[in-house]
């Protein structure tokens, strides 16, 4: 396939989000025009601010389901590839509202893909996630893991996934890419994960107990920047057909190691108390991916400097 025209736009669903406007942040600092999709229920406007007046950046507030509309749009604006970052993702949320869940995550991914199709996009990017795979303490591989997800947002990921792979098979001439999203923290977060709420209560209460769930799960946790850059590359690199890769580090560890890292950064350890309300009933005790396939598709991978990442955060988030 031949580079994509660099004046056409990308289109990013979910542009507003966590990790979508740091995608945008990606597309626009190395000049690629952007088409940023959201409807803003839980994505942020204020988050593309800093591009408002780039002529580069079109915002447009739109519900994905919307098929009709949304094939307009981008036959409007012909972007040259899509990225589909749209969806309900917090998992109590998906759990509290599984119908919302699947109308979204699998039914608003048909409609984003049947509206790519109309417009002739060559480059589709689907975000999935580590928790399509069955439990494991073994590294994640994509083509010898088991995919057995046992709650509804995983398995509307995998749904997800399996609608992109039917549309690649009659698309021989277009490249998709299915990337395996593990646990992503960094600024902008728009959803209440831990990490998030680690913060907030520190901002209302510096020196108080923090009131957590769970503590010991271990995660594979990487800087959002990093998977900002890796959507964009590994879009950039693969090669005509369908692709499945984890977007990861490598790495795993327990909220209990990233509490002690803050505690250090912050000059003092903090102070915990169980809150029996964030305890989930189900809970995954390891997810760590195996990055062979992202480093031989890029030559590298997010970054496992915790300490690093964290403190970036707390500069934003907490700065003194």
């Known amino acids: 396939m031949t580079a994509p025209d660099p004046s056409r736009p990308w289109a990013i669903t979910g542009a507003a989000g966590f990790l979508g ?101 060559g480059r589709f990017w689907f975000a999935s996630t580590g928790d399509v795979y069955a439990p494991s303490d073994e590294p994640h591989r994509e083509a010898d893991s088991p995919i057995a997800p046992f709650g509804i947002y995983g398995l509307s990921k995998a749904m997800g996934e399996q609608l992109v792979a039917l549309e690649s098979r009659s698309r021989s001439e277009a490249r998709f890419v299915i990337g395996r999203l593990f646990n992503l923290y960094g600024p902008r977060e728009t959803n209440a994960h831990i990490l998030p709420d680690i913060l907030a209560q520190l901002r209302a209460d510096p020196d108080g107990a923090l009131r957590l769930g769970a503590l010991w799960p271990k995660r594979d946790l990487v800087p959002v920047a990093d998977a900002a850059r890796a959507v964009i590359a590994t879009l950039d690199s693969a090669a005509i057909g369908a692709a499945t890769v984890n977007i990861a580090t490598g790495a795993a560890v327990s909220m209990r190691e990233v509490l002690d890292l803050l505690g250090e950064l912050r000059g003092r350890p903090l102070r915990v108390e169980l809150d029996p309300a964030k305890v989930r009933p189900v809970e995954r005790g390891h997810l760590q991916a195996d990055v062979a396939e992202l480093r031989a598709l890029l030559g590298w991978t997010p970054h496992t400097d915790l300490r690093r990442g964290l403190a970036e955060l707390l500069a934003v988030e907490l700065p003194q």
Do not use: K, M
């Open 21 to 121: 406007s740091h995608v945008v942040d990606a597309l626009l600092a190395r000049g690629t025009p952007v088409l940023a999709v959201d409807d803003l229920s839980t994505g942020r406007a204020e988050y593309l601010a800093p591009h408002r007046a780039n002529p580069a950046l079109t915002l447009a507030r739109h519900d994905i389901r919307d098929t009709v509309g949304l094939t307009e749009l981008f036959v409007c604006h012909r972007p040259a590839a899509v990225i589909h970052l749209a969806a309900v993702h917090f998992i109590p949320a998906c759990n509290a509202d599984p119908a919302r869940t699947v109308g979204l995550n699998v039914g608003g991914t048909q409609c984003v893909l049947s509206a790519a199709r109309a417009a002739g996009v």
